[in-house]
């Protein structure tokens, strides 16, 4: 099983940036394709971004298309989120997470989770 904490979340005015980071508890040999995805109140979890294990191929929900980015660094263990021009409909709970293959974007298809870090974005 692989542990995933998120951090970099907080509150910050429309058009502001943060950076989410998810750090794994462990280092592993086995590679991950990882995705973030976020969950707003009375709302189901959707996708954000995905990238594959290597790095090389990136995936983008048309809402953050333009305005996010994802990287990750392997010899860290830790995939990034930096996410610029916030607008309010951004503010959710922003969950990191992590599949053997890339492809599916779908929250189920997704094994293992951090537990979310709140992003708040005022108007």
């Known amino acids: 099983q692989v542990q995933l904490v998120e951090s970099g979340g907080g509150l910050v005015q429309a058009g502001g940036s943060l950076r989410l980071s998810c750090a794994a508890s462990r280092r592993t040999f086995i590679t991950y394709a990882m995705g973030w995805f976020r969950q707003a109140p009375g709302k189901e979890r959707e996708f954000v971004s995905a990238?594959?294990?290597?790095?090389?191929?990136?995936v983008y929900a048309d809402s953050v298309k333009g305005r996010f980015t994802i990287s990750r660094d392997n010899a860290k263990n830790t995939v990034y989120l930096q996410m610029n021009s916030l607008k309010p409909e951004d503010t959710a709970v922003y969950y990191c997470a992590a599949k053997l293959q890339s492809g599916e974007t779908s929250a189920s298809s997704y094994p293992y989770w951090g537990q979310g870090t709140q992003v708040t974005v005022s108007s």
């Open positions: 990238i594959s294990w290597s790095g090389g191929n990136t």
